[in-house]
């Protein structure tokens, strides 16, 4: 283009010194100082290599010196090429009048003569700071309007440089080759050009046009030739400043750039780096006195373009933004206020309750689900205060069962365990009820503690206790879920996941050993992990004593940590190079513990587990004996709770097999998600022993309790990751079992929404299922008046009273028989020994001589008959423990079976409610 204005006077060039020491590397240096102490040494040495002015030379013009940049003629030598993709070009900041800037190109540049004028000024005594206002720049009328360019979608904008003669300065924190300091003179001083030092010059406005990473070793200064013809066009989208500061005692120039990339600053003294994505991008150049500031163009080494990954919004208000969680959650508590509505309709009979119950459970569970599957959490503290808040709002639902007194059998007996340590002062006393608590007093003492302190009775106690060990297993399986997988939402499903498990609502709730165990052997896996990941004996002692505390707690417990442990190990063994043996250490350990405590202390435990152990084997070997026994047989499901479940885990089976061919292809090397696609396997295993025998299904859920965490897990990973369902088609069409691409990008539109509906449907479908066939009973879901072999429901002020009674009137210790409901409460509240072998008793017609022998066989004195047995059919399709005729009951008990008692000679009738009576045998 042609000039349109005249040349202004050009001011006499200034000769740059051959061995500078910029601004950059003072910055980067370790210290300022010695920076400067090198400038003015090689300022010294500029005589020796003084050369005699280039008449060729251009001066600056009035418009250059206002813009602090320097043009140099064209026909720059080549020298080895760059590999920068991105400049920083940044206009003149304040500088004294003694300030001569040193720059040692790289480029074959024209020496540039230094008059004897601006000689004497470099070697004035520099100024210490000057500050004046700032200079706006005029735009010239002629000047064209840019056009605006379209914003890229991803990385920063790159801008084609114009032609001009650059020079080059490559600056290094370390030692510089010795092919460098060998380099001829004449190469050395070619590079000089011509930089003005004005004293009052004012700040002007930085531009940068960012497109690499600054590394930590190297960083390149250029100076430009400017056109004075061209017009210089401001891009007035982003607004741009400067700021002026101070580090060490320096001042430094702050040069930001609008950049949805990423932020990278350079800290004078540190030789670290802070990247925050989605930030301002800035450059902090030390300003060191006695130099000038030019137009600097920074390659740096080029960035590989990595994959799209997800992206996330940053937190609003830093870690501790809860986001949408509030709102979430008071939508989510509508769900328990209609849960509780329900409870009341129940207790009433009204036929609408079961109605409000199912539309409570889902209000309850699914906004939660959609809200952490969704990708705009706040982070953190958003999910944990979700995934804490439904363990809250499940709780509630739990208590409000029964809020005034303990009814599940299993929580009378730890109940009675509680109230003797409350009223003897001692462990280890005797429970009739479950003999083998004794040996496992964690909860017991922690109940009794509680209620110590509080003065609460025991069951309140209970309640407390019982929550917080819930809601604390609960926070640690966020932790460590976080901690394997360093993402919020993945631990935040995986914990809405788990808690669709068939026990998690009521049973791993209850006031039971093995809520208090869950905690720590949660907290015993985390921090074998933290062990194993970052050393330190604060996590080995928190492992170990957590271990112990989940064995003195709860003996299945106990049991699937060591389990847990010796997977952890094996998978790190096997996935990890070299093979570090010392991650068996924490499962011998555990295994040590326990077996200690086993043998020495809880021997009656083994005895206690061998008889549903050895049910399983029976009909196992029923099964493929090809026969069938009455007493095995597992009781029969209805079909839609069948659907329910079935639709549920396989959903859940092809996740998992999404996963894990996803981990395969990849030749992933996570230890521990192997460690969880193999307790993945362990689940499916799991869920097949509810068909085998009676007790199958209460042995599939409890097992599930622990199967459940590395299910939730791949689930949650699934979900989360937008895992590749089906393999991809090839160019013809066809799938392939072939590795996915490195990163998919993350899902957005429609299709977000789609997966985001499609995973929650599936976690509420889990959720459904898990009610309809966990605990309590299908039946037994609503409280409300008496049912028989309902567990809760069965419970009720006729029951109470007579067990009362027998500890009033009978004393404690009486052998005592009766229903399931009869035995549990005579066995608490009574404290008598419980016989739970009398089944035949009730089903015999007429009493005979097999029946004498049976009583004098099980040794009992007192029968508690429930007259409400020939009015109803068990929920539980069995009336009695070890019931002979489980599962194949088609009508109730008749009334001659159960009134058959008064008529025998031996047989007393003590205790008569109306409802309930007991009888005195003849065999005392």
């Not at 706040?378 to 808040?389: I, N």
């Not at 499901?637 to 395969?664: E, K, N, T, W």
């Amino acid at each position: 283009m042609p000039k349109d204005d005249p040349p202004e006077p050009r001011t006499p060039p200034l000769r740059w010194p051959p061995a500078p020491v910029t601004s950059i590397q003072g910055a980067e240096s370790p210290d300022a100082a010695e920076a400067t102490e090198m400038s003015e040494q090689r300022s010294a040495d500029r005589t020796a290599t003084e050369e005699a002015p280039d008449p060729t030379a251009q001066d600056l013009t009035a418009q250059d010196r206002a813009r602090g940049t320097a043009q140099v003629p064209n026909g720059r030598t080549p020298h080895r090429p760059e590999k920068a993709r991105g400049s920083a070009r940044v206009r003149a900041a304040t500088a004294s009048a003694s300030a001569a800037v040193d720059v040692q190109t790289t480029e074959g540049v024209p020496a540039k003569p230094i008059s004897a004028e601006a000689e004497a000024a470099a070697m004035a005594p520099p100024v210490e700071e000057v500050e004046a206002p700032p200079v706006e720049e005029e735009t010239p009328e002629a000047e064209p309007e840019a056009e605006p360019e379209a914003e890229p979608e991803a990385g920063p904008e790159v801008v084609e440089e114009p032609e001009a003669a650059v020079e080059t300065v490559e600056e290094t924190t370390e030692d510089a080759p010795a092919e460098d300091a060998g380099e001829p003179a004449e190469e050395a001083n070619a590079a000089e050009a011509t930089a003005p030092a004005e004293p009052d010059s004012a700040e002007e406005d930085a531009e940068i046009v960012p497109e690499a990473v600054i590394t930590d070793e190297t960083a390149v200064v250029e100076r430009e030739e400017t056109d004075d013809s061209q017009p210089e066009v401001e891009d007035e989208s982003e607004p741009q400043h400067e700021v002026e500061a101070r580090v060490d005692d320096h001042p430094t120039q702050v040069i930001p750039v609008i950049s949805g990339e990423e932020t990278i600053t350079i800290i004078p003294g540190e030789d670290t780096r802070r990247i925050i994505p989605g930030a301002e991008q800035t450059r902090r150049i030390l300003i060191v006195p006695g130099r000038g500031e030019r137009t600097q163009k920074i390659p740096v080494a080029a960035r590989v373009e990595q994959p799209t990954t997800e992206r996330r919004k940053a937190p609003r208000g830093g870690p501790y933004d809860l986001g949408r969680a509030p709102w979430v959650l008071l939508l989510s508590s509508l769900g328990v206020l209609f849960v509780a509505l329900s409870y009341t309709g129940g207790r009433s009979g009204a036929e609408s309750a079961p109605v409000a119950y199912w539309i409570g459970q889902v209000v309850v569970f699914t906004p939660v689900v959609l809200r952490l599957l969704s990708r705009r959490m706040a982070g953190v503290a958003e999910s944990f205060l979700l995934v804490m808040g439904l363990a809250i709002h499940q709780y509630l639902l739990k208590w409000m069962y029964s809020p005034d007194q303990f009814r599940f059998p299993d929580e009378l007996q730890h109940w009675l365990a509680t109230t003797t340590i409350m009223e003897t002062g001692k462990l280890f006393q005797p429970n009739p009820a479950l003999p083998p608590a004794v040996h496992f007093p964690g909860l017991a003492e922690m109940g009794a503690a509680m209620a110590s302190m509080t003065g609460l009775p025991v069951s309140g106690a209970g309640i407390i206790v019982a929550g917080v060990a819930h809601l604390v297993f609960v926070g640690v399986l966020f932790v460590c879920v976080l901690r394997a997988s360093n993402s919020p939402a993945v631990a935040g499903v995986a914990c809405a996941t788990y808690a669709t498990a068939l026990h998690y609502l009521f049973f791993s709730s209850m006031f039971l050993y093995q809520t208090a165990a869950l905690p720590f052997f949660m907290l015993t896996i985390w921090a074998t992990r933290r062990w194993r990941a970052e050393g330190g004996k604060p996590f080995q002692v928190i492992a170990i004593g957590s271990m112990v505390m989940t064995t003195v707690s709860h003996h299945v417990t106990a049991f699937a940590l060591i389990a847990t442990l010796l997977l952890l190990g094996v998978t790190e063994m096997f996935t990890e190079k070299p093979r570090r043996w010392s991650a068996l250490a924490m499962p011998l350990i555990a295994l040590g513990v326990v077996a200690a405590w086993i043998l020495l202390v809880a021997r009656d435990v083994i005895g206690y587990l061998e008889e549903p152990v050895q049910q399983v084997a029976a009909t196992v070997n029923t099964m493929i004996a090809g026969t069938s026994d009455a007493s095995t047989a597992a009781p029969a499901a209805p079909l839609y709770q069948l659907i329910l479940q079935g639709s549920g885990l396989l959903g859940l089976l092809v996740l998992f097999i999404a996963v894990g061919r996803d981990m395969i292809t990849r030749h992933d090397r996570d230890s521990w998600r192997w460690a969880a696609l193999i307790g993945g396997v362990v689940f499916f295993g799991g869920n097949a022993v509810r068909f085998l025998g009676q007790n199958g299904p209460e042995i599939a859920g409890r097992l599930s309790t622990f199967t459940y965490v590395p299910i939730s897990i791949i689930a949650a990973i699934a979900l989360v990751r937008a895992v590749q369902i089906l393999p991809s088609r090839d160019t013809a069409g066809r799938r392939h079992w072939v590795a996915p691409a490195l990163a998919t990008p993350p899902p957005t539109g429609r299709h977000l929404v789609i997966r985001v509906l499609a995973g929650s449907a599936l976690v509420t479908l889990l959720m459904i299922g898990a009610r309809a066939g966990g605990w309590p009973p299908l039946g037994s879901l609503l409280p409300g008046p008496y049912l028989a072999g309902g567990f809760e429901r069965s419970v009720d002020a006729y029951g109470v009273d007579a067990a009362e009674w027998e500890l009033q009137v009978l004393g404690p210790g009486n052998r005592v028989g009766g229903d399931v409901t009869s035995v549990s409460l005579a066995s608490t509240y009574g404290r008598q020994d419980p016989v739970r072998e009398v089944g035949p008793l009730y089903y015999a017609d007429e009493w005979g001589l097999a029946e004498d022998e049976l009583v004098n066989q099980v040794r009992v004195n007192y029968l508690v008959v429930d007259r409400r047995l020939s009015t109803q059919l068990p929920q539980s399709e069995a009336y009695f423990e070890n019931d002979p005729r489980a599962g194949l009951i088609t009508e109730p008990l008749t009334t001659r079976q159960i009134t058959k008692f008064d008529s025998l000679v031996d047989v007393d009738r003590l205790y008569d409610n109306g409802t309930v009576r007991i009888y005195r045998m003849g065999v005392q």
